[in-house]
């Protein structure tokens, strides 16, 4: 039960019971988010695979056109991102925290029973809806529970980024399972579930929901902050006129690019190659159509095993670098696997004495490229902190960019893909990094500029 303003107001910033409150609900908010991203990435995946059985059983569906469903999830994520964002400034952060796998169980009910391309455009936008509500907010509680605490603010901004990977591994492994022992129709108290595994998948929604609702609570009811009626609407709009002034600041439009193209590599790989890795087949391609689901979701999880424990390394080292040096590091990462994925597309077959070097050269570089997520959002953290009352506007930010970048990429992936299969999305993918080094090395020499004017360090500011 939440402490009522008179009772919280008793408690000082530094008292061991706050503390021991702000700790528990940054506990559930992490271990909650974790969850959702596990539901999340598990409905995504098995999105793919249900694709495939609706193409080879139900009618032609063209890899375009699984393109676009799968896109439309961008649609609310941005918009909502904004709106959501900001409302969580003004009503508080738990309630849409706890919004975010409401939507998402719903989104994972509605596919199991459908097929309707329609219908699942509609679970997509949900789906969005899940994650423009949860994470703007989230990332502003983060932010709002760890003020004035900058050593705990970045081991749980650390940690959250992990729930983003660890999610994203437990997840492939989750949706190969389950879509290998829950695919076939069922009927269950008179209802017809044409895929089970996605009835199943909402269990998971929930688990993420009665954290959230157990463990979180509001960082004004914890700390007795009253807010007057007018506070929260002078907040809003101050918010979304900070928008406006960010978006225009030169440190911004020199990042944005960078960013949207990283993400569009990111969502090109992770919305297509499930698809051309376990159905596509090619002569000339090893790879494609190579993987049962399960065998995919295995080497998936791994590899965001590897992208996870890169996180945790940099953590240990982002301190030493400027955030510029070290997303432009880790495009290297970026480059070394497209260039040893692209030997494992081509060799002669498992016996080829290439295999285990480049299958282990592209772990290396998804440990090395692992460093630009936590560099981004730290670097988008600096120019912001000067904003206090608009973190969730602010916040918001993160998803938007990353959700613009997504749309990006899983639709010019998809003709990629339908031109040349995994090769053609490794063509992409080098002219998207090519696009961030150079954007990223302008927005350096903007650093250096000022750092040669004022003599200290470079903060990005709006």
Known sequence: MSLSITDSRSL????????????????????????????????????????????RDYFPLAITTSGFI??????????GSFVLGALSDRYGRRLFIILGPL??????????????????????????????????????????????????????????????VGGMAIGAKAGGWLWDHFHTP?????????????????????????????????IVSLRGEAVSETAPATRTRSGLEHYSRLLRSGGVWLFVPAWLAVNSIIGMWLNHSVRLLTETRSSSQLLMGSYSPDQFGN????????????????????GRYRKTSAMLLSLCGVVVSLG????????????????????????????????????ALTYLADMTESHSKDRGSIMGLYSVFLGVGQVIGTITGGFAAKWNGIDGMILL??????????????????????????????????
């Open 12 to 55: 000082s910033a530094d008292s061991p019971l706050l503390r021991k409150r702000l700790l528990v609900s940054l506990a559930a908010v992490i271990a909650g988010t974790l969850l959702l991203r596990v539901a999340a990435q598990t409905m995504s995946q098995m999105l793919q695979f249900y694709f495939v059985t609706i193409n």
């Open 70 to 79: 799968t896109a439309s999830f961008f649609v609310t994520e941005l918009l």
């Open 103 to 164: 939507f998402g169980a719903v989104a994972v009910q509605i596919t199991s029973v459908t097929v309707a391309i329609w219908l699942l455009v509609v679970t997509r936008l949900l789906e969005g809806l899940s994650t423009a509500s949860a994470i703007p907010s989230t990332l502003g509680f983060i932010s709002e529970a760890t003020r004035g605490r900058p050593v705990l603010r970045a081991r749980i901004v650390g940690l959250f980024e992990i729930t983003f």
């Open 186 to 218: 069922v009927t269950v108290a008179g209802l017809r579930l044409i895929s089970p595994a996605f009835s199943i998948n909402g269990l998971m929604y929930l688990a993420s929901l009665v954290v959230f609702a157990w463990g979180v609570k509001d």
């Open 299 to 318: 080497r998936f999880a791994a590899l965001f095993a590897v992208f996870g424990c890169g996180i945790l390394g940099w953590s240990l080292v982002m």
């Open 340 to 375: 040893a994925i692209f030997g494992l597309n081509h060799f002669r077959g498992l016996s080829d004495s290439a295999f285990h070097p480049l299958t282990t050269l592209t772990a290396f570089g998804v440990l090395v490229m692992s460093g630009f997520t936590p560099a």
């Open 429 to 462: 993918s080098l002219l998207y990094c090519a696009i961030t080094v150079v954007t990223l090395s302008a927005l350096r020499r903007q650093e250096e500029r000022i750092e040669s004017r004022t003599g200290g360090l470079a903060t990005p500011r709006p």
